[in-house]
């Protein structure tokens, strides 16, 4: 039996490399294209569109989607990309980039550290063995050794959803769980991605707040990104975010602090930039003061505790009496421990 072929335009046969280098061209030459106009131009299926697209996303091309008001999406690269010249590295910039890998340990799990596999990948590829052999061994040197990071694999569709709404400036709704606290959802324009001791954070426009906030990643446990796109507020800057803090939390108008720290640890303290604005007094016997303002109560004992017993802090007042009645409960705490026993 003969199939006799419907009428209609006689479909064109492209090898796959052809296919996505048309689609590709399209792309290129528009501000944004719908998947039906790609399949009338390319006379393909919708699926083999949906599924081509998907392959210049997996190659790196910086591909956007966007739904418009009567709820077509349009397809399109970022602006400018395909005039962005062809990066390369010297070796010397190649070990940075090794050693800064190497401080990224916490990401496992995420797509970033699956970012960060695909272009060390690339790499490789375009060096020969022995260099990327070489540039491994520095940075295992390297490596540090955490205590404590934040394990963020069970979050891996969760931050994919949060750079696509980084990219995009797209807003979305979080459904957050502040520590020892009840789910609260917020409407956010995510502005920053942060790295902070091992953990990731979320910074922007928080809208049932009306304020910049912060958001631990850890602790979103849902996203949804809206249609929306959102505009940065004008002199926006990541300080705005923190404030004055000694860390990431703000608590409020910065406190002036004066920290002595004894002849033992003097050499610890003088050899780090603890604030911008810092000022060291030396002391006759080996000491020293440090002062700086800041405010974070929290984030600043924590610190401080770690200088035990070799710190004193002599101002403000309400800082010592806190920071002594925190060594206080941890002597009842740890006698009650070994009643216990």
């Not at 608590?251 to 004894?262: D, K, P, V």
Request: hydrophobic share 40%.
């Amino acid at each position: 039996m003969i199939n006799k072929r419907k009428p209609g335009r006689v479909a064109k046969k492209y090898s796959q490399a052809a296919r996505l280098l048309n689609l590709i061209r399209i792309l290129e030459s528009r501000r944004g294209t719908t998947v039906l106009e790609l399949v009338e131009e390319c006379q393909v299926t919708r699926r083999t569109v949906y599924r081509d697209l998907q392959t210049i996303i997996d190659t790196g091309y910086p591909l956007v989607s966007e739904r418009q008001v009567d709820g077509q999406v349009l397809y399109s690269f970022i602006s400018g990309f395909s005039r962005m010249p062809p990066i390369t590295f010297s070796l010397e910039e190649l070990m940075t980039l090794y050693l800064c890998r190497g401080q990224l340990e916490f990401l496992q799990g995420t797509p970033f550290q699956d970012d960060l596999e695909a272009i060390f990948s690339r790499i490789h590829s375009n060096l020969p063995p022995r260099s990327v052999a070489h540039l491994e061994r520095i940075a295992e040197a390297s490596v540090p050794r955490f205590h404590g990071f934040k394990d963020y694999s069970k979050q891996h569709q969760l931050l994919i959803d949060l750079r696509q709404a980084l990219l995009q400036q797209r807003r979305c709704q979080i459904s957050y769980r502040p520590a020892q606290r009840q789910l609260q959802h917020y409407v956010i324009d995510p502005y920053t991605l942060l790295f902070f001791k091992n953990g990731l954070y979320i910074g922007g426009y928080a809208h049932k707040r009306n304020a910049l906030r912060l958001f631990a990643v850890e602790r979103i446990k849902a996203v949804e990104l809206k249609n929306e796109r959102f505009e940065v507020l004008e002199g926006y800057r990541v300080e705005m975010l923190t404030g004055s803090a000694f860390g990431l939390i703000d608590e409020g108008e910065a406190q002036q602090l004066e920290l002595a720290f004894s002849s033992e640890v003097a050499h610890l303290v003088r050899e780090r930039i603890w604030h911008p604005e810092q000022q060291i007094e030396e002391c006759p016997d080996g000491s020293l003061i440090l002062r700086f303002g800041a405010t974070g109560d929290k984030e600043i004992l924590a610190w401080l505790y770690s200088f035990i017993p070799h710190v004193q802090v002599l101002a403000p007042k309400s800082l010592g009496e806190k920071f002594t009645a925190g060594l206080q409960d941890g002597l009842v705490f740890q006698q009650q421990k070994k009643s216990a026993l």
